[in-house]
């Protein structure tokens, strides 16, 4: 069962008549549609399955209970078992065997490690986190432990952001879970209209752009840097429809339930600066593993120590903020291997942008300089396109390396780049290459038109929804009406899952 599957309608609409009917049992129905609904989208017997949430579930709720009993380095040692247990789970069902592969090859053993190749447990990278994040949470004594089983098991197995977040502090869930939601008519036409346009970015724009991609880079020897250069472009917008477009679908789904989720995009592709650009990204992603991880540590006593210890080498004014850099590295490496445990999703995931990050603070005191010599307008609309473009250049190179698929294929396509810098095709000769037809070139530039008006009401704070809900009735039917004709008649279903779900 996938989120464009008949099936997951079926689900939802089974899920939504139960929970506004038997409104007692609300969270016990979540709960229960939630549990069936990650067995079903699962690639493993349900009793594995059952069995690793109940343990999830186990291990967070009694740990949970043990930390706040206790105290001194009893808590502590709770906490880091809890945690020791949760990642192991995570490390051998997610990373085992492609770090133990490499250490296979490097060492040239001749070990037999095809047991650790387990098939893909899809979420557990999003429910191990939120699980840490509850019981670091109480650790922290930011509220009590859960008495309830339930409301610990459906905010951690809550199923629209199972799979694919977004992230979530149980803080900003319990309360919702605990109230009786009486059916509200605008909740659920807010909610349909939320999924309508993420199916309308998933399947009429993101497999449109990823088409383009796919040809070029299963066939890059074929292409010239220019044709390249415009794929990777393309991988930009495909996955960015593709995740918020997931992103949309996931939020309305809850809206209907009665249940709001934090924002996971805020106008990415407005961003002036690399450090902007990945707080509008994925932001509870990035904002879970800065104030779990990156805070805690930047604070701590090694970091601390190795921060004074680079001052007395380089100086007072330029180690002010060794401490800073060194934790940031750190959160980087985690990002990186949350992602995967390949070298290039490591390199696209953590390296590149932590030295982009890293490289664009250093250079800001030599980046107003240049301001001031060559007396810039920095109020300008030409200086803010200028940043925004060169912002997204400066990400593509970490989507580069995701859609070359390997390191390998990284310095082979850069070769070939440079060696075919040009080539001319006619745009019946792009229409065959690509697979594609004149309507489809027309749906894509439709497409890029419509992302652009709805994240600049999103960049100026407001939403396309708001902008609908001030039109003339007749308008926002008639623009309904269109969203769902295209969907039904140029959506491309079943073309493939979400790029994220892989995580």
Known sequence: MTLTSFYFFVFLIVTLLAYYLVKPLQKYILLAASVYFYLQVSAYDWKVMGGLMLGMVAVTYLGALGIEKTAGKIRTLILGVCITVIIAALFLLKYAFNLFSVFV???????????????????????????????????????????????????????????????????????????????????????MRRMAWGYFKKLVISERFGLVVSAVYTNYGDHSMVGIVGATLCYAIQLYTDFSGCMD????????????????????????????????????????FKDYFMYPVQKSKPIQRAGKAIKKVIGK???????????????????????????????????????????????QPLFAKMVQVFHINTECASWH?????????????????????????????????????????????????????????LVMAAGVVLLYITDRYIYEGTTIFKVMDQQNYLIRVAIIYVELLTILFLGMVGSSAFIYFQF
């Open 249 to 288: 679908i996931i939020m309305g789904c809850a809206q209907m339930f009665g249940i709001t989720l934090p924002e996971n995009f805020r106008a990415p592709f407005f961003s002036e600066s690399i450090q902007e650009f990945w707080q509008r990204w994925h932001i509870t992603l990035g904002t879970w």
């Open 317 to 363: 004014k330029k180690g002010k903020r060794a401490p800073f850099y060194l934790s940031m590295l750190l959160l980087w490496i985690l990002i990186g291997i949350w992602h995967g445990a390949t070298m290039y999703y490591f390199v696209a995931s953590a390296g590149i942008p932590c030295v982009l990050l890293i490289v664009s603070d250093l250079c």
């Open 385 to 441: 396109w200028f940043r925004r473009v060169r912002t997204l250049l400066l990400v593509c190179i970490c989507w580069f390396v995701v859609c070359s698929g390997s390191m390998e294929n990284v310095g082979l396509i850069l070769q070939h780049m440079f060696a075919h810098p040009w080539s001319y095709m006619t745009f019946g000769g792009f229409l065959e290459t690509y697979g594609m037809t004149a309507l489809d070139v």
């Open 105 to 191: 090859s490097l060492f040239h053993w001749q070990a037999d490690i095809s047991w650790l190749q387990f098939a893909a447990v899809i979420g557990i990278s999003y429910y191990a986190l939120s699980a840490m994040g509850y019981l670091v949470d109480v650790y922290w004594e930011n509220y009590g432990a859960e008495r309830n089983p339930v409301n610990v098991g459906l905010f951690i197995f809550f199923f629209p952001q199972l799979i694919s977040g977004p992230f979530t502090r149980y803080s900003e869930m319990r309360e919702q879970f605990d109230t009786r939601h009486t059916l509200d008519y605008d909740q659920i036409t807010h909610g």
